[in-house]
């Protein structure tokens, strides 16, 4: 179930990134090929949409205010996760 993105959200989960925006922003970009890569090799139906939910649910941790202090590695457990959601499904 895809749940939308509010500006709020996604601008909590760049700063988690990194405080500075550009690189946030870089970090983000780099971030997203390698969990496409990640749904791709394991044959997930579509990478990129497992790839916005990933963000999408780590995004509204953030907005709810758990502290994340590993963020790659999150956002990796969360893409697993999501990845075993679509294989069951």
């Known amino acids: 179930m895809a749940t939308a993105l509010t500006a709020e959200a996604f601008a909590k989960l760049l700063a988690c990134l990194d405080p500075e925006r550009e690189r946030a922003g870089a970090k983000y970009e780099d971030l997203r090929r390698t969990l496409i890569r990640f749904f791709e090799w394991r044959g997930a139906p579509f990478p990129e949409e497992h790839t916005d939910e990933t963000f999408n649910r780590v ?28 294989r069951k499904g």
Do not use: D, M, S
């Open 59 to 86: 995004a509204r941790k953030l907005n709810e205010g758990i502290e994340i202090k590993n963020i790659n590695a999150y956002c990796y457990e969360v893409a697993r996760l999501v990845c075993l959601e679509a």
